[in-house]
């Protein structure tokens, strides 16, 4: 599980990467 945080409120990234 890998969580990172972008300059930019990207949730669909977000969400694929804290999945």
């Given at each position: ?18 999945d």
């Amino acid at each position: 599980m890998k969580v990172y945080y972008t300059p930019r409120p990207n949730r669909e990234r977000r969400k694929k990467e804290d999945d």
